[in-house]
């Protein structure tokens, strides 16, 4: 199971910091990914990280901005986001893939956490 948290409101320019805990098994040998979801629109991909950490992707919206890392000895995926703007408004899911490496693409994914609310005033 994955958990994300950290979600809450910010204003246009501020940062939070996601997390995203896996129990029940280990997601240490697997790449992990952040995708959100807005109001209306569909799931899009954020960020995503190889098993060991030595592989990084990112949207071009978030590039610059977020960061994504992990923890393997906690089986805990971050994000942290910077500079945060309100089109950043979404739903923050993660994501646990079926190899180590990272990508893109939201069907290479077997596992799915609850999201959590991204809230960004202008």
């Known amino acids: 199971q994955l958990q994300a948290s950290g979600g809450g409101l910010v204003q246009a320019g501020g940062s939070l910091s996601l997390s995203c805990a896996g129990s029940g098994r280990t997601f240490s040998n697997y790449g992990m990914g952040w995708f959100r979801q807005a109001p209306g629109k569909e799931r899009e991909f954020v960020a995503t990280?190889?098993?060991?950490?030595?592989?990084?992707d990112y949207a071009d919206s978030v590039k610059g901005r977020f960061t994504i890392s992990r923890d393997n000895a906690k089986n805990t995926v971050f994000l942290q986001m910077n500079s945060l703007k309100p089109e950043d408004t979404a739903i923050y899911y993660c994501a646990g893939g079926a190899t180590g490496r990272s990508t893109s693409r939201h069907y290479e994914y077997v596992y799915w956490g609850r999201g959590t609310q991204v809230t960004v005033s202008s």
């Open positions: 990280i190889s098993w060991a950490g030595g592989n990084t």
